[in-house]
C-alpha cells in the first residue's frame, strides 16, 4: 500500500491486488465490502466459474440489508477483464479451453465498488485508488 497526492493536493491510498479494507484498519462493516479473492479463485475448475453469487458462497454478508454485487478481475486466455455481477445471479465464466486466473475478487456494496472501480479505471501501474 502507498500514501500519494492527487493534483488537489488530496491523499490517496495506492494499493495492490490483495488489498483488504483490514490492512488499513477498516472493518468490512465500515466499507461495506470483502476481498473474496482466495473464494473466487478456489472455485475454479478446469479454468471456469460457474456459481451462484451470493452471502453463502462468498463467506457472508458484508452490507447488511443491502443488495451486493460480485466484481472480478481476471485474465482469460492472457486478456484482461473485469465482470460485475449482481447478488443472487449466475456466475458463468470460462469456455474454449482458456487459461482463466482470478486476479481481484469484492463482494458487497454496489456503491462502494462502482466508486473504487470507477477511480482505478486506466491506471498503468496496476494499482487501484481508492479515493
Not at 482463466?100 to 501501474?125: E, P, V
Amino acid at each position: 500500500m502507498r500514501v500519494s497526492t492527487c493534483r488537489a493536493g488530496i491523499p490517496r491510498i495506492l494499493i495492490d491486488t490483495s488489498w483488504s479494507p483490514v490492512s488499513v484498519g477498516l472493518s468490512a462493516a465500515a466499507v461495506g465490502y470483502s476481498n473474496v479473492t482466495a473464494i473466487v479463485a478456489g472455485l475454479v475448475s478446469n479454468n471456469r466459474l460457474n456459481f451462484v453469487a451470493n452471502n453463502t458462497t462468498m463467506g457472508g454478508d458484508p452490507a447488511y440489508g443491502i443488495v451486493k454485487t460480485l466484481q472480478i478481475n481476471f485474465t482469460l486466455g492472457g486478456t484482461n477483464r473485469t465482470q460485475s455481477f449482481a447478488e443472487d445471479s449466475t456466475v458463468n465464466i470460462g469456455a474454449n479451453g482458456q487459461t482463466l486466473t482470478i486476479i481481484q475478487a469484492l463482494y458487497g456494496n454496489q456503491a462502494f465498488l462502482s466508486r473504487m472501480w470507477t477511480a482505478s479505471a486506466g491506471r498503468r501501474d496496476g494499482t487501484r485508488a481508492l479515493f
